[in-house]
T-cell receptor, first 112, second 116 residues
């Protein structure tokens, strides 16, 4: 059975800190890994990663994938209170390359 | 353009009632997905449509759950004889292409179902 594990499950930081969120996976026929940000509404898409070692960047957020060690990290620099959310990691895998398998998420709280 | 919309945003049902949850995907998106998200958990796959065809319903937890997308756009998830364990947020997502290609899924805000 496909498995996606995120750590830590929750994290509290102060504004300006840098955080690293982790996602490891055990899946058959990996195809891509996605990161989403979920506030009290729709999960919003952040990144899709398919190749190892290529960093994707958007403003203060960046992410990278290691297909050999089967994990990805999401970095957020100079955190702001608006970054407070649950960050979800999900994987496309196997023959059903449409189905996403999600981790439980990391709850990030950024205090002023 | 408009994103994925869902209605109602909140639904409270008494145990045993039937409920219907609606999803309006992004216009032109071929693929539509339903996920169930319990409190403190990540979303879990329920079912997948390519246009009007339901190609995978392996995640539906019981035969009380039924989904349709008759014209290949709007979809409805119906839960019959609701139970307390059905309480969750039901998320709908759509993507532009068919299952042949890995594609980004865009999510709606979800319907929070509470069964009393």
């Amino acid at each position: 059975e496909d498995k996606v594990v995120q750590s830590p499950l929750s994290l509290v930081v102060h504004e300006g800190d840098t955080v690293t969120l982790n996602c490891s996976y055990e899946v058959t026929n990996f195809r891509s890994l996605l990161w989403y940000k979920q506030e009290k509404k729709a999960p919003t898409f952040l990144f899709m990663l398919t190749s190892s070692g290529i960093e994707k960047k958007s403003g203060r957020l960046s992410s990278i994938l290691d297909k050999k060690e089967l994990f990805s990290i999401l970095n957020i620099t100079a955190t702001q209170t608006g970054d407070s959310a649950v960050y979800l990691c999900a994987v496309h895998s196997g023959g059903s390359n449409y189905k996403l398998t999600f981790g439980k998420g990391t709850l990030l709280t950024v205090n002023p | 353009g408009a994103g994925v919309s869902q209605s109602p945003r909140y639904k409270v049902a008494k145990r045993g009632q039937d409920v219907a949850l609606r999803c309006d995907p992004i216009s032109g998106h071929v693929s539509l997905f339903w996920y169930q998200q319990a409190l403190g958990q990540g979303p879990e796959f329920l079912t997948y449509f390519q246009n009007e065809a339901q190609l995978d319903k392996s995640g539906l937890p019981s035969d009380r759950f039924f989904a349709e997308r008759p014209e290949g756009s709007v979809s409805t998830l119906k839960i019959q004889r609701t139970q307390q364990e059905d309480s969750a947020v039901y998320l709908c997502a759509s993507s532009v292409r068919d299952r042949g290609l890995t594609d980004t899924q865009y999510f709606g805000p979800g319907t929070r179902l509470t069964v009393l």
